[in-house]
C-alpha cells in the first residue's frame, strides 16, 4: 500500500477553498453588488464604493491566487507519475491556460493602477469571462477527477 502523504488533503482543502472565495466574491459582485450599485447609488457613491471596496477585496484576491498556484502545483506535481492518460495531461493543460487568464482577469479588476481603469470600466463584461471561464476549469476538474 503506498504511503499518503499527510499535506495531501490539506492542499487540495486549500485549493478548492480558495477557488469558493474568489469565484465566489466575483459571483457576488457581478450579479448582486454592481447591479445593486448601478441601480440605487449615483455615479459619486458609485465610484466612492469602488474605491473603498478594491483595496480590501485586493488583498483576498491576491491571497486567494498565491494559495490556489501553490496548492496546484502541489497537487499536480503528487499526481504527476500516477496519472499517465494523455486526455488527463491535455485537459490539464486547458483548465491550467484558462485558469491564468482567470487569474489575470482577477488581478486587473482589483488592481488600482492606471493601465487596469479600461478593465475596471467594463468590470461587469470581464467579471462575466471570468466566471465563464472558471465554470469551464470547474467542468473540466471534475472530469479530471474521474480520469
Not at 482543502?13 to 457581478?30: L, P, Q, Y
Amino acid at each position: 500500500m503506498p504511503e499518503l502523504d499527510p499535506l495531501a488533503p490539506l492542499m487540495r482543502w486549500t485549493h478548492i477553498a480558495t477557488a469558493i472565495i474568489a469565484i465566489g466574491g466575483a459571483f457576488f459582485m457581478r450579479f448582486v453588488l454592481i447591479p445593486t450599485a448601478e441601480r440605487y447609488l449615483s455615479n459619486e457613491e458609485h465610484d466612492r464604493l469602488k474605491a473603498s471596496l478594491i483595496p480590501r477585496w485586493s488583498r483576498f484576491v491576491h491571497s486567494c491566487i498565491a494559495l490556489f498556484l501553490i496548492s496546484g502545483f502541489y497537487n499536480f506535481f503528487l499526481r504527476l507519475g500516477a496519472v499517465t492518460e494523455g486526455a488527463y495531461h491535455m485537459l490539464f493543460g486547458i483548465k491550467f491556460l484558462l485558469s491564468f487568464g482567470v487569474m489575470f482577469l482577477a488581478f486587473v479588476l482589483t488592481s488600482q493602477r492606471s493601465w487596469a481603469s479600461s478593465f475596471r470600466v467594463q468590470s461587469s463584461k470581464w467579471l462575466t469571462i471570468l466566471l465563464s471561464m472558471a465554470a469551464v476549469i470547474v467542468l473540466l476538474a471534475g472530469v479530471m477527477k474521474t480520469m
